[in-house]
């Protein structure tokens, strides 16, 4: 009869259910372990930026910028920015970079030869100078990026009148303009960001 | 006369039946719950034709009965008609019981709004069925802002998280079809899963009063209902195509519903909404586009005694994000600030590009109830939850096909709850719960885990009651209890674990340090850059509501309502510590936070007549150990200055007043108004609170003519105030190669805003129960610019100009 409210079909339908909860219930239990989750490794992070200015003649000292963060953007850890030895006036310096992920010593990513280089329309390099007497140049042999824009990767530098100041070097991603011959070749760039932006102080030209 | 009549027909009867019809049937009509008798209900005797009363003792004699089947069909005001068939042999009595509320079943016609309220004392708002369907190309978040004092916090205009009285995401709670959602909820940029085609109803409870949902729900519930099962035998359906300007949007919606009269259900429903960038009134939105699909599906059996529902649904969004809104430092965000508008701005298209996130979800539940007559409702229920995130970020190379976030979040809960409501002027509810959650953190992505993995445990037990002490006034209370655990394996940067000061307290919790990959179990080496750790916290969370509704008369309504809630700390509260690459940004959670307690007293007065309709809300919330996310200081590294945003702990207050009013000027002329202000104030510090919603005011007229096919058309003010009481956490950033300082804004609101909206629509009703329903509407008429303090983007673009919307919606 429609009105008996205990019938059998709703029993059998309460029945299953509880036993359907049973056995999730008994799945979720079991299916927990106790494994390490593996620790990520991070990509794409500047840890290590080198800059090598070699001079043509070689009696003169070689200049090195390193900028060290072992965290990358993260910040933090054993940070470090030096640079060592001084420009000597006149004299003109071949500008060598090196970007690099050193987050895992035993697997060092080459992010400029691997990353940067093959996109280069992606990337271009922006660098300043305050109170610093150089004249830069982007060569011949530079990558060419954005609308034929020479990225800055191979660069010459000619020390001016002595002087002390800071050196900056940014490198600017997805930029949506770029002008290799801004601000006397040390570059521009509108839209887009930065991958990094270093600074070095206390450079000087004797 | 009468008499005359009756002496014939009983003539006729007696001559035209020849056998033994003497037989008697006596019944006894009663209510279901509490078996009091149910006086006055219409007996349709079906054999014969005849009607017959039940007496005051609910009791209906049928005499001269023949042999052989007697149909009743049993109906009596508000309740459910109930056809019964009995053999009749002899003198037969048989008791009858009928369903007194049929509310609760849902069945009064597809057209009444009666809408059951979830709480009875707390500030409790309902947006229908025919204000959902003018969202339907936009998001769950947009409708809730029908609500007054529920506002949304947004990141670009696609991505758009509820706010109620000035709190969001973990402190709201969403009901899903029954089901909590658990969608990684903590972030501002996470919006609820919720496709608002599969919705019906929504419901905002202000306050944590629904105790039977949740006890954290500090800010409140959004219970979102799909359609009520409608039980009788019908098939109906609707159909929606809509297209927007803004953004070249377009959007097709469908549902078909089967019902048949024994119970039995089954509905379908799918939805594919897609749009290109939108535009903002002076340029292209550039990677605004989204797509999004979503499917559900249910079928079970409901009558008054029992029943069951299977109900599955599934999501997939598809969101780009503002491209000019990705810096890669401080000094991008600067100049892009500075510039007053995105710095990349592209030609038009439907391509979704990087930034953008990707999100998947599934949500499974079966539920069953039974009643018991004298006794109440048992319900029992089991859902499954699978929610996948995955965020995109500009990379380099091949890496920007690997998601930078890749979360995947998987609940389990049961729960058991009983409805005593045999005593209608008593009722209780009873509750238990239980729930099993894994977060588990790609680590395929190439970028630290900003969420570790966790395993996390919730058991609730709840009961309230609600007391109908006369006429007019009915009480309610409720406790509620809930523990949670939270037992996570998460790696730190050893530099992080040491500034953070977690090696005074916390060592005894460090699983090993990280050597090559590799974690070392039970070494512990401070020379190493990372190390693992296993935090496991427990919390137990009490809380509670009281509330009364008095109707001083037929006008007027006074409510009173007092919650307690406690809200243990979410995951990315305690554990967050990563770069958010899209913001540039830093956010460091900690897990020395306790759990928040909230006491929030509200009370409600509404005045009605048949023209005049006005609602007044007011309420204090007290929060102790407030946890909120601000701006903190800039750290340098190489990528140069990254803006730090850490959580952080402290006692807030929030108070403010919500104004709901609708006048009918004429049967066609409405007017409307609705107004929320808010403070929210840090009691240690003595600043306002971050991200508090500006005074807002929306002025409506309506014009409504049923004889033009139902036609409407209506002129919405928005006005939006400037948001003056804000905390300045402004700071210093030098340029390093200039030593310039400059400041970074990252906290004056924007100025005031004022918007003018258009809506009109007409139904035209075809043969049988077909009809077409054509809408048209302009947002935002004059193409303002805005911007919008609670929106994410508000730095780096204004929100959306001028919208022309179409709808047509086909029901059938």
């Known amino acids: ?194 991958d990094f932006n270093i600074t070095f102080t206390n450079v000087s030209i004797n | 006369m009468k008499q005359i009549i009756l002496l014939i027909s009983l003539f006729t009867t007696f001559f035209t039946v020849a056998q033994d019809c003497n037989h008697v049937f006596l019944g006894e009509v009663s209510d279901y719950h509490d078996k009091t008798p149910i006086i006055g209900a219409t007996v349709y005797i079906k054999n014969l034709d005849k009607y017959t009363t039940s007496d005051a003792d609910g009791k209906f004699k049928i005499k001269n009965l023949c042999k052989g089947q ?16 009995y053999d009749i042999t002899g003198d037969t009595f048989k008791p009858i019981a009928l369903e007194h509320h049929i509310e609760e079943l849902g069945e009064v016609s597809v057209k009444a709004d009666a809408t059951k309220r979830e709480t009875s004392t707390a500030q409790e708002a309902t947006i229908d069925s025919k204000t959902l369907r003018r969202y339907n190309n936009l998001s769950i978040g947009d409708a809730l802002e029908e609500i007054s004092g529920v506002s949304s916090i947004k990141t670009g205009n696609s991505i758009v998280k509820p706010v109620i009285n000035g709190l969001h995401s973990s402190r709201i709670l969403i009901m899903n079809n029954g089901v909590r959602l658990q969608d990684q909820e903590w972030g501002v940029e996470h919006a609820p899963n919720i496709d608002i085609n599969a919705a019906n109803q929504l419901t905002v409870i ?20 799909p359609s009520r099962i409608i039980v ?6 609707r159909t929606i195509f809509g297209g927007q300007t803004n953004g070249r949007g377009y959007n097709i919606a469908s549902n078909l519903n089967k019902n ?51 109900y599955y649904s599934f999501l997939n969004n598809e969101i780009g994000i503002l491209r000019a809104a990705h810096i890669g430092n401080l000094l991008d965000f600067e100049r892009a600030i500075n510039a007053g508008r995105p710095l990349r701005i592209e030609d038009f298209t439907y391509d979704i590009n990087v930034p953008k996130q990707g999100v998947t979800h599934h949500l499974a539940k079966v539920n069953y109830y039974k009643r018991f007559q004298n006794f109440g409702k048992v319900s029992l229920q089991y859902d499954y939850q699978n929610n996948r995130r995955q965020e995109f970020d500009v990379r380099v190379g091949e890496r920007r096909n690997i998601p930078a976030v890749d979360l995947i979040l998987q609940t389990h809960s049961i729960l058991a709850d009983v409805n005593l409501d045999s005593n209608l002027d008593r009722k209780y509810n009873l509750g238990l719960l239980g729930r099993y959650q894994n977060n588990f953190a790609d680590p395929d992505t190439g970028v630290r885990r900003i969420i570790p993995d966790y395993d996390k445990y919730d058991f609730g037990v709840y009961a309230t009651t ?105 995951a990315s509260e305690l554990f967050s510590d990563g770069l958010h690459h899209a913001l540039a940004r830093f956010e460091i959670g900690d897990i020395r936070f306790n759990k928040e307690i909230a006491n929030r007293i509200s009370a409600s007065y509404n005045y009605t007549n048949s023209k005049f309709n006005f609602l007044a809300e007011v309420f204090y919330n007290r929060v102790n150990d407030y946890i909120f996310l601000r701006p903190d200081n800039s750290d340098l590294s190489t990528r140069g200055y990254f803006a730090v945003w850490i959580y952080e702990q402290t006692n807030a207050e929030l108070f403010g007043i919500d104004i709901n009013a609708t006048y009918d000027v004429t049967p066609n002329f409405q007017y409307q108004h609705k107004s929320a202000f808010i403070k929210g104030n840090d009691l240690k510090t003595d600043l306002p609170l971050i991200d508090i919603p500006p005074f807002n005011t929306t002025n409506q007229i309506r014009y409504y003519n049923e004889k033009w096919n139902n036609f409407s058309a209506s002129l919405k003010s928005e006005w939006v105030f400037e948001q003056n009481e804000f905390p300045d956490f402004n700071y210093q950033v030098t340029n390093q190669l200039t030593g310039e300082e400059f400041t970074i804004d990252i906290s004056s609101p924007p100025p005031a805003y004022h918007l003018l909206h258009f809506y009109s629509d007409a139904t035209f009703n075809f043969k049988g129960k077909t009809s077409l329903n054509v809408a048209f509407g302009v947002n935002n008429i004059f193409n303002a610019s805005y911007r919008n303090y609670l929106n994410g983007l508000r730095f780096f673009a204004d929100d959306i100009g001028r919208n022309f919307t179409l709808q047509l919606q086909l029901n059938y």
């Open chain 1, 1 to 194: 009869m429609k009105t008996n409210f205990l019938n059998l079909n709703s029993m059998k339908t309460s029945k299953l259910f509880i036993v359907a909860i049973f056995c999730l219930t008994l799945i979720i239990s079991c299916s927990d372990d106790d494994d390490n989750p593996a620790p990520v490794n991070p990509t794409e992070l500047f840890t290590n930026v080198t800059l090598t200015f070699t001079p043509s003649n070689g009696a003169n000292a070689t200049v090195v910028m390193e900028d060290i963060q072992p965290n990358g953007q993260g910040g933090g850890g054993a940070t470090s920015n030096t640079v060592t030895g001084a420009f000597v006036s006149g004299e003109t310096y071949t500008l060598t970079l090196a970007a690099t992920d050193a987050s895992d010593p035993n697997d060092v990513d080459d992010l400029l030869n691997d990353d940067v280089i093959p996109e280069a329309d992606e990337h271009f390099f922006v660098y300043g100078l305050n109170t610093l007497n150089f004249t830069m140049t982007r060569d011949a042999n530079d990558v060419v990026g954005l609308d034929g824009n020479k990225i800055g990767v191979n660069t010459t530098w000619v020390a001016g009148a002595a002087s002390t100041g800071n050196l900056s070097i940014t490198l600017v991603h997805e930029a949506t303009a770029v002008d290799e011959a801004a601000n006397n070749n040390l570059g521009s760039a509108t839209g887009g960001e930065e």
């Open chain 2, 70 to 85: 007697l149909t009743l069909v049993i109906s009596h005001i508000s309740c459910e008609t109930k056809t019964v068939s």
């Open chain 2, 206 to 225: 202000k306050g944590s009063g629904a105790l039977r949902y949740g006890g954290d729900a500090i800010g409140g519930v959004v219970v979102v209902k």
């Open chain 2, 232 to 237: 009788k035998d019908t098939l109906y359906g």
């Open chain 2, 260 to 310: 048949y009269s024994s119970g039995w259900f089954g509905h379908v429903q799918g939805s594919y909404r897609r749009s290109g960038d939108f535009q903002a009134p002076d340029y292209i939105l550039s990677n605004t586009g989204l797509e999004s699909l979503g499917i559900s599906t249910r079928f079970g059996k409901k009558t008054f005694e029992s029943g069951f529902e299977m």
């Open chain 2, 466 to 570: 609600e007391w109908l002490i006369d006429d007019d006034l009915i009480v309610d209370a409720g406790i509620r209890y809930d523990f949670n655990r939270i037992d996570a394996k998460k790696f730190y940067r050893t530099s992080r674990w040491l500034d953070s000061g977690y090696d005074i307290d916390f060592n005894d919790i460090i699983v090993g340090s990280v050597l090559s990959g590799e974690v070392q179990e039970g070494t512990i080496d401070f020379s190493l850059p990372e190390l693992l750790a296993n935090p496991i916290f427990n919390y137990h969370n009490f809380s509670a509501s009281i509330g009364g509704k008095y109707s001083i008369d037929d006008n007027n309504k006074v409510m009173l309502n007092f919650s307690h809630a406690s809200r243990p700390p979410n």
